[in-house]
């Protein structure tokens, strides 16, 4: 062993290492930097320009700017839907860890006063992606809305923005031809991506907000954003895109006519125990609707702010539907009021003339049934002015049958019942009108004779809507004309300028002589004045009209039907009874009114005729009568069948 050094494990001393391993080390390093410099040089310089817009572009986003939706006036310019500013809290799911969920939900439901559950349906429910924001809350409180903004560290996910939201100024008095906006789903977002809808949007859900959702909406705007890290936005960098906002609605509703019409409404239902009504009313010169009112309802506002999920499931599980707008979206037997057509179709097809007189009594007989008159008693020899105004049932099956039931189809078909009347509202239903053909197809028979009896009178297979009810009646009290109902009257821009007029459009004119039509009007003035509708002619007006008793549902213990009650009635364009026409025959004979009003009370089951009374009402608030003739005691609930 040497003494002058310390051997390596091969025998060879530490300083007789070879430097040639130094040199290629040193050769590694320096080739490498060599690579990493080039490497940089070439991102740096030659690519500089790619991998910076590169950089720029995962930092920014371009994203849709909201515009403001148009608001909705009466047909004098009363404001009814406004935008107000309030804050909602979204929540983007990519952004929160799932193990922290249960956590960030607990919290946000404490804090916005929710149920957890609803919290969880809105993430799982989320109609976009992962990325995209789901609403959470709306019309968030202020105070609320900045404490969760500045707890976003514990709030993973969350964030909080200011937008419109629709404020509906008469709450639940117009509700169900408003209707209101609310949160797009995943089967809309599907339909409408394509026209620039997004996850979060609110749209029109029911009513005019929804018909008319694309003239409400406007155009949204787009803006680049620079984005942090997390993809939270931090500021606008460009609008490339102005939005323009929505145009503006003015509807063919008169607000004091729909509060007169309610509050006729209301009474009549609180006197006789109703759960269920309605009231229209119109201009028969041209199918604007001037009030409709259906009870109950419920308040626009409660979905604008965000319903909670308990909320909706008690307006849905209500037995009386208020969400249904009973106007057009449900049909009901039509009772007594459906003689105008089998009356018409036999003057029109010559089976009876204005002076034929038909024999009526207690009940008529077909094989082993009997077909009973309402008073049990008929009215003796009858023409059409004591059938229509006493209401005889056995005057109406004899000239239903004469007619027979296709015959009596094709004159419904004329008042257009069997159809829908093209109203500017979501969800109208189109009724039945029964006929050989209709029977045939639907039940795999023929119509019996006893049927045709029925159908004469508005039982049977015959049901309509209010709307087509009263649209029938105006078609009568104007001479002819079937106006398509409407509720909007003009679109409007930012600026209150017309874009877009309704001129009244005609759904088809009557096939028959006038001469017809005006005995029809002067035979619904005789239902008023022999008393029929009790002391409606005392009123200082010239009103002529229909009331109906429709039965329906199961017998009682006692074999009796429950039924519904219907008037419509129509006014002259001079109302005023003058002393050259005591009876007001001369005044109603012309096709000039202005105003026809209907009332429905479901399941009445009153001592006299519901509806009259609550028409009766609406016409002394809106003619100002100052006299309160209200037959309070006709109102009597019990299992009466009194009045047709």
Known sequence: MSSTGTPYLDGRPSDARSPLRFIAFGVAIVLAASVLTVRLFA????????YAALAKINRTTTQAVPSTRGVIYDRNGVPLV???????????????????RAEVVDRLAALLSMDATDINIAIDSNPGSRFDLVRIASDVDPNVASFISESRLD????????????????????????????PINGEQLKDLKASGYLPDDLLGKTGVEAQYEAELRGTYGLQTIERDAAGRKLQVLQTTKQPVAGNSLELTI?????????????WGMAEAGLKRGVVIVMNPQTGEILAMVTLPTYDANTFARGISSEDYAALLADPNK??????????????STYKLVTGTGGLADGKITPTTKVQTKGYLTLGSSRFYEWNRRGWGACNIMCGFGHSSDTFFFQVAGMLGIDRLAYWADQFGFGRRTNIDLPGEVSGTVPSNQWKQDTLGSQIYPGEVYQAGIGQGYDVVTPLQLINAYTALA??????????????????????KPFEPTVLSKLAVDPGVLETMRRAARNVVVIRHTYNLVDLPIVIAGKSGTAEFGTRDAQGRLPFHSWFVAFVPKDP????????????????????????????????????????????????????????????????????N
Request: no cysteine; charged share 25%.
């Open 322 to 335: 208020p969400l249904t707008n009973y106007a057009i979206a449900e049909n009901f037997p039509p009772g």
């Open 155 to 182: 709030l993973p996910g969350v964030e909080v923005q200011i937008e419109s939201r629709r404020e509906y100024a008469t709450g639940p008095l117009l509700s169900q031809v408003i209707g209101y906006t609310g």
């Open 254 to 266: 008169d607000l004091q006519e729909q509060k007169y019409a309610e509050q006729a409404l209301k």
């Open 576 to 643: 005023a009874k003058s002393a050259a026409d005591p009876n007001g025959f001369k005044a109603i004979s012309k096709p000039d009114s202005e105003l026809a009003v209907l009332a429905f009370a479901y399941d009445s089951r009153t001592k006299g005729n519901a509806a009259t009374e609550i028409v009766k009402y609406y016409l002394q608030l809106h003619y100002g009568v100052k006299k309160d003739y209200r037959n309070f005691n006709l109102l009597e609930r019990g299992n009466f069948y009194q009045s």
């Open 82 to 100: 406004s935008n107000v500013a309030s804050w909602a809290v979204k929540l983007r799911p990519a952004d929160l860890p799932q193990e922290r």
């Open 43 to 50: 991102l740096q310089v030659s690519n500089g320009e790619r």
């Open 478 to 499: 104007n001479g002819g004309t079937l106006y398509e109902p409407r509720v909007v009257r003009n679109v409007l821009d930012a600026n209150g300028n017309v874009v």
